[in-house]
């Protein structure tokens, strides 16, 4: 059991023992350089066939491609703030002194927006053209507005999510009891 395997490779006739085989021969130290201690011996790399291409490149190529993606998408987000910034900047030219709010409106109308209800203040004239399509409510800032009829439905070209109002005249019904169709819970 004392054999190597090597040895016992050579006795079983697996392998053939080539007379022009040498051992490494150790060389004797220099005098003035220190002995590599704990270091193997340096090995020549293997030749690595076309298809094979090394970590150091693949990781390079993944990080070039990563910074890409990252790039496109920063790219893709700005763009989309610039186009958010162009509807907003459009909707506030539509909504200049079109707006028919009024401070002193004493009627609360109520409608559905954002899965919500929500009021608008107007006065007895505003409900009526509200309810009869004439007039429309738009979410801008937080606030809801009341416009006309042609202001909403450019607003809702633009930026359809604005529009939190706006009754279709010919689908528009009122009760026997004059309550619009759409405030019936």
């Given at each position: 059991?004392?054999?190597?395997?090597?040895?016992?490779?050579?006795?079983?006739?697996?392998?053939?023992?080539?007379?022009?085989?040498?051992r490494?021969?150790?060389?004797?130290?220099?005098?003035?350089?220190?002995p590599?201690?704990?270091?193997?011996?340096?090995?020549?790399?293997?030749?690595?066939?076309?298809?094979?291409?090394?970590?150091?490149?693949?990781?390079?190529?993944?990080?070039?491609?990563?910074?890409?993606?990252?790039?496109?998408?920063e790219?893709?987000?700005a763009?989309q703030?610039?186009?958010?910034r162009?509807?907003?900047?459009?909707?506030?030219k539509?909504?200049?002194?079109q707006?028919?709010?009024?401070?002193?409106?004493?009627q609360?109308?109520?409608?559905e927006?954002?899965?919500?209800i929500?009021r608008?203040?107007?006065?007895?004239?505003?409900?009526?053209?509200?309810?009869?399509?004439?007039?429309?409510?738009?979410?801008?800032?937080?606030?809801?507005l009341?416009?006309?009829?042609?202001?909403?439905?450019?607003?809702?070209?633009?930026?359809?999510?604005?529009?939190?109002?706006?009754?279709?005249?010919?689908?528009?019904?009122?009760?026997?009891?004059?309550i619009?169709?759409?405030l019936?819970?």
């Open positions: 059991m004392a054999d190597s395997l090597r040895d016992q490779l050579l006795k079983s006739g697996i392998v053939k023992q080539l007379k022009d085989e040498k490494p021969q150790q060389t004797a130290p220099r005098p003035h350089a220190s590599a201690k704990g270091k193997p011996p340096h090995k020549p790399k293997p030749a690595r066939s076309d298809g094979e291409i090394d970590l150091a490149k693949a990781y390079a190529i993944r990080a070039q491609k990563d910074a890409e993606e990252r790039k496109r998408v790219q893709e987000a763009e703030a610039r186009l958010k162009e509807r907003k900047a459009n909707v506030q539509l909504l200049e002194g707006l028919l709010n009024k401070a002193d409106a004493d609360v109308r109520h409608f927006y954002g899965g919500k929500r608008v203040y107007v006065d007895a004239a505003q409900l009526a053209d509200l309810n009869a399509g004439k007039l429309g409510v738009v979410q801008n800032g937080g606030r809801y009341l416009v006309p009829q042609a202001v909403a439905e450019q607003i809702r070209e633009l930026d359809p999510h604005l529009v939190a109002l706006l009754v279709d005249p010919a689908a528009a019904g009122v009760d026997d009891d004059g619009p169709d759409d019936m819970w």
